[in-house]
């Protein structure tokens, strides 16, 4: 056999426990069993930073950096991941050395998110042809974004909460039935505030889109590099503008009711590779640097 069949081998091992054995890809989930619609990420310990990693998880590829001695990726479970167990892989190529991998099953756990009744007004819902062509086109745009991956890491540390004033988040994965009809999920997390609150940037970055969509309102997509993107929808006024970089905490508008909103509130959304995550475990994010 081969060094590398062997290291191969080795790595099979090496799942879910840190080795302190230089020639083994040791690899870790943070957390262990991550939950639907959370903000997972995966360490692969012990890399040297001259080091390539690849990875992913159900195919779709992970995009790491060098983080706490060797290289960290962070995955979205989307908000309608089925749960169980997913496969995933990791490859190492450093220089001078054989190429390393490890695989292994990570396990989704279920979470179940609350149904919520809305009425609103028909207009809202019931869409003219013009405004379901707008409003698919809209939503089409903002997919097309989210899996637009910028190849640098903005982000650094810890992620601040967008409205300063406000509780908690709530409302995200919740089940809506809008007057009587089944739709699709809620994909972010609502902050009541009144009009004219500041809504922040909760991490550095570069600002991907300002638009004013039928559904969303006036809204702000900031890019965090790697995948990671937020969104800030029903803004009353904004104030950045598209290409310009933003530090974390940096006013970004400010909370409206613009759009489909019952009154004014922020939604808050994430997206890590296209997959739509509870923002509000973005915010408790272990991995800081
Ligand atoms: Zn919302």
Known sequence: M???IVLAAL?????TQASTA???AAVTWHPANPRVGDVAWILVKDVDDTATVEGSVDGKPLMFFPYGGGYAALFGVDLQTKPGTHAWRVGIVEPGR???SAQGSVRIVRRDF???RLTLPNTMVDLDPETERRAVAESKQLATLYRTITPERFWRGKFTTPVGSAGAGTGFGARRIINGQPRSPHSGSDYSA???TPVVAVNAGKVALVAEFFFPGRLVIVDHGLGLYTAYFHLDTIAVAEGERVERGQTLGAVGATGRATGPHLHFGAQVAGARVDPTTLLGLSLID
């Open 2 to 4: 081969t060094r590398g």
């Open 194 to 196: 009144p009009r004219g």
């Open 22 to 24: 230089a020639d083994k």
């Open 98 to 100: 054989e190429p390393r």
């Open 11 to 15: 790595g099979l091992l090496f799942t």
């Open 114 to 116: 609350h149904v919520e």
